[in-house]
C-alpha cells in the first residue's frame, strides 16, 4: 500500500490546475489534496464536498495565506498562469513557503512547456520567468535547502497547438498553414496526458529535477496522414514561409508594436517550437511511468472530430 502523500496545488480553480489535482485524486488513493485559490467557490463539488480535499483561500502574495496552505504538504505544485509578476514574484514567495513549512520536500515549477532549459533568457521571452524560477531552485538547492524543484517537460500542449490562437488549423477550409519544410519534429503531448504525467511524478517521491514526457512527436507531413486516417480527408497545406522568414517577421512585429503582445507571440512560440533548439525528445521519461499510457497524435485527434479540434483548448475536462 502506497503511503499517504499530501500535495498542495496553488492555482487549482484554473483549468489545468483542477486538471491535476482531478488526476491525482483519481489516480493516486493514497494523496490527499490542499489547493489554494483568490476564489475556491470557483470549483464544482467533486473538490469542494470530497473528504480527500481541504481548500485555502487568499492571494499569491499573501504571506500569510500562503503559509497557512503549505503547512502540511509534502509536495506543492504551482498551477499559476499569469504576468512576469505573477510567475516570477509569486511564484518566488509560494516556494519560500515551502521551505519555512519544514515539510515540503519538493516543489513542481509551473513548467509544461518545450525545453527552455536550452534557451537564453530574452529568446523565447515568456518562457523566461520559467528559466529564473528554475535558477531561483536550483540556488536553494546547492546552499543545501530543503525544497528541491521539479519540472516537466511536454513539448507543445496538442490542444493549444491546433487552436484558433496559432491560427495552424482552418477547421472551415480543412487547411494547415505551417512554416518551414514540412520535415519539422512537431513534439506534443496533451493537457489530460500532461496532467496525468505530473500526477505520476508528484506520487514518486524521488522524483526531482527535469522530467520529459511526450505524448507524440511527428512531422506535419505524418500528421496529415494522420488526418487521412482519421478524418477521411487530406488537409490542404499552406506554407508561409521558412523558419528564418518567420524569424525575421515575429522580431520585425515586435519592434513595430511591442506593446500588441498576441501578434507576435505566437510567431515566437512557433518558432523555437520547430526550430529544433528545444526538443523534449526523442529520449523521454514516459517508461519510468508506465502506468501512464502516452496519448498519440492520433489518439488526440480521434478523440475530437476536426471541426472541434479548434476549440481543443476552451474545452478541458471540468
Known amino acids: ?48 464536498t470530497s473528504p480527500r480535499v481541504t481548500l485555502f483561500q487568499g492571494s499569491a502574495f499573501d504571506d500569510a495565506a500562503l503559509a497557512r496552505f503549505v503547512k502540511g504538504c509534502d509536495v506543492v505544485i504551482c498551477a499559476y498562469l499569469g504576468d512576469d509578476n505573477l510567475m516570477v514574484d509569486g511564484q518566488t514567495k509560494l ?9 515540503v520536500t519538493r516543489y513542481v515549477a509551473s513548467d509544461w512547456s518545450l525545453d527552455y532549459t ?6 523565447l521571452f515568456p518562457k523566461d520567468p520559467m528559466i529564473k524560477i528554475k535558477g531561483y531552485l536550483d540556488e536553494k538547492a546547492a546552499r543545501g535547502d530543503r525544497v528541491r524543484g521539479v519540472h516537466v517537460l511536454i513539448g ?29 519534429v512537431w513534439e506534443g503531448t496533451s493537457y489530460e496526458n500532461a ?17 520529459r514526457f511526450l505524448g507524440d512527436r511527428k512531422t506535419l507531413n505524418e500528421i496529415v496522414g494522420l488526418f487521412e486516417q482519421v478524418y477521411g480527408f487530406k488537409p490542404t ?9 518567420l524569424k525575421v517577421l515575429m522580431h520585425k512585429t515586435r519592434a513595430e508594436n511591442p506593446a500588441d503582445f498576441f501578434s507576435y507571440m505566437r510567431m515566437f512560440y512557433q518558432y523555437y517550437w520547430l526550430n529544433g533548439q528545444t526538443l523534449v525528445g526523442p529520449e523521454t521519461d514516459n517508461t519510468k511511468h508506465p502506468e501512464v499510457k502516452p496519448e ?23
Not at 2 to 20: D, H, W
Not at 95 to 103: K, L, N, R, V, Y
Not at 296 to 318: I, P
Open 1 to 48: 500500500m502506497s503511503t499517504p502523500l499530501t500535495v498542495g496545488v496553488a492555482g487549482i480553480t484554473g483549468k489545468f490546475g483542477r486538471l491535476i489535482a482531478s488526476k491525482l485524486l483519481l489516480n493516486h488513493p493514497s494523496i490527499t489534496v490542499r489547493g489554494f485559490a483568490r476564489t475556491p467557490s470557483k470549483l464544482p463539488e467533486t473538490f469542494t
Open 195 to 211: 496532467a496525468e504525467f505530473t500526477a505520476a511524478v508528484v506520487a514518486d517521491r524521488g522524483a526531482v529535477g527535469v522530467k
Open 118 to 123: 536550452k534557451l537564453k533568457l530574452g529568446e
Open 237 to 245: 497545406l499552406e506554407r508561409q514561409g521558412s523558419l528564418e522568414e
Open 95 to 103: 516556494i519560500d513557503a515551502c521551505e519555512g513549512s519544514g515539510t
Open 296 to 318: 498519440t497524435w492520433e489518439d488526440f485527434l480521434r478523440k475530437r472530430t476536426s471541426e472541434e479540434l479548434s476549440q481543443a483548448m476552451v474545452a478541458l475536462t471540468q
Open 156 to 184: 507543445g500542449f496538442m490542444d493549444a497547438i491546433l487552436s484558433q490562437f496559432y491560427g495552424i488549423w482552418e477547421a472551415e477550409g480543412r487547411r494547415l498553414k505551417f512554416w518551414g519544410e514540412g520535415e519539422e
